[in-house]
C-alpha cells in the first residue's frame, strides 16, 4: 500500500479546518446518537411496532453488528476510492435508512432501514472521519481533534437518552429519525470545504471481506440468539443440527470463518498481494491495547445501556423522558472527565486514567446488582449513573489517542477501520450477550416460580410451562396483567403471577449487572498494554 504523502499539510488547506472538524464530530455525533436514543424508548419503539423486547434488541445488535463487520472493509474502500467521497456515500445511504425508520410500520422494515442501511452507511463514514481529521488538521492540533471527536461520540450517548425521551414522550420517536436526515443534507452542503486525503493505490480483497462478515455475523448472532435456541441442547420447540443447537454451529462456523481470514490475510502478503489489513498491526502492543479497550468499553457501555432503561421503563414504567433524565447524571459526568481530563490533565498517563476509569464503572455496576430490591425507585440508578459517566468519560478521553498514536500518520485508516471493529464488536456482543443473560435468567426464574406456587393451579402451571420454553418476554406488570386477562386467567393467579413476574424480573437484571461487572473486572486484564505515558509525550509504535 503506498502511504499518503504530506502535499495536503499545507497552511492553505488547513483555514477551514475548525468547521471541518465541526462537521467530522458532527458525523460522530450522529454515528453514536441511533443507539442511545433506541435504548431509551425501547418500550414505546416495540409497543409501536407490535414487537417485544427482544425484537429491539435483536435491531439494535445487527445495527451494531453491520457496523462492526464491515468497518474493515469500509475502511478499505475509503483508501481506493478517496476518504472524502466515500463520507459522501455513506451519509447517502445513512440518510436514506433514517427516512425509512422514521417510516418503519413493524420490525421487519425497522431492521432494513436502521440495521442494515444505516449500519452501511456508518461503516463508511466512520472509518473515513479518522483520514479526514489528519488530512485536514495541522499535526500539533490532531490528538485534540481526536479528542473531540471522541468527546462528539460521548456526547451522544449523553445526550441521546434525554433527546429521545423528550422527543418519544411529548411527539414520536419517529422524529429523532427525520431529523437525522436533515442532519445528513447540511454535513453534505459542508462536504466540499473538506480537504481529501489521497487516494492509496490499493485494492479490495473480496475474499477477504466475506471471511471476516460472515465470521463476525455468525458468532454475534449465534450469542443473540442463545437465549431462545440454547447454547449446547436445543431448548424445546426451538431448532437443532445433529442434536445440537444451532447456536454452537454458529459459534464453531464463525471461529473457522476467522481462522481462515487469519490464514487469508498470511497468503496475501507473502504473494505479494494487497491484504484487507495488515496482520502486522496486531503485534503492536499499544495498538492491541487501544482496541481491546474499546471492545470491553463498548460491550460493558452496551449492557449497561441495555439494562438500565429497562429497570426505568418497564419494571418502575417511567416514561421515555423520565427514562432519560434518569440517566442525566451519567450524561453530565461524561461530558465533564471526556473534556475536563485532557484540558486539565493533558499529560496523564493513559494507563492510569483507564484503570480508574473502569473501577469507577465497576462500582457503579454492583451498586446497580445491589440496588434491585422490590422496593427499589428510580433514585437507585442515580449514584451509579454518575460512576457510569465518569468511568466511560475517563475512558472516551485516552483510547483515541492511543490506538492513533500506536502507528505513523501513513496507517490511521487502517487503524481507523480496526478502532470501530472493536468498538462495535465489543457494543454487539455486549448487547447480545446481556440480553440473552436477561432472557435466560428471567425465563427460568418465572418458570421455577410458576412451578413451586400452590397458589397456581395445576393447569396454569403445565400451560405456563409449555408456553414458557421458548423465553419470557420482558413485560410490565400492566403489561401482563393485561395479557393474562385477555387469556382469562382469573384475578388471583394473576396477582400471584404478576407477583412471581416482578420479582423474577429483579433477579434477572440483578444477574444482568453481576455479569456485565465481571466483563468490566476482565477488562482491567487489557490496561496493561496501554502506555504508561501520555502518547504526546512518546514517538508512534512500528508501522
Known sequence: MSPPTDNHAGPE??????????????GQFLMTLDSSVMNVSMATVAQDLGTTITGIQTAITLYTLVMASLMITGGKIGAIIGRRRVFGIGLIVYGVGSFVTGLAPNLGILLLGWSLLEGIGAALIMPAIVSLVAANIAPERRNAAYGLVAAAGAAAVAVGPLLGGAVTTYASWRLVFFGEVVVVALIMLLLRRMTDSPVEQARLD???SLLSVGGLGMIVYGVLRSSEWGWIQERPGAPALFGLSPVVWLLLGGLLLL???SERLAAQIRGGREPLFDPG?????????????????????AGVFFAVPLFLSVVLQLSALGTGARLLPLSVALIATAVGIPKFAPRAGPRRVVRLGLVSMIIGILLLAAGMDPGADARVVALPMLLMGAGLGALASQLGAVTVSAVPESRTAEVGGLQNTATYLGASLGTALIGSVLIATLTSSVADGIADNPQVPAAVQQQAATELADGVPFLSDTQLRTALGDAGVDASTTDEVVTINSEARLNALQTTFAVTALLAVAALLVT?????????TEPPGPG
Not at 488547506?13 to 458532527?26: E, F, I, N, P
Open 13 to 26: 488547506t488547513r483555514s477551514g479546518s475548525g468547521l471541518v472538524l465541526a462537521v467530522l464530530c458532527a
Open 259 to 261: 481462522y481462515l481470514l
Open 206 to 208: 473480496i475474499v477477504g
Open 281 to 301: 498491526l496486531l503485534r503492536n502492543r499499544q495498538l492491541t491495547g487501544g482496541l481491546g479497550m474499546f471492545f470491553a468499553q463498548f460491550c460493558v457501555q
Open 528 to 536: 496493561r498494554r496501554l502506555p504508561a505515558r501520555s502518547p504526546a
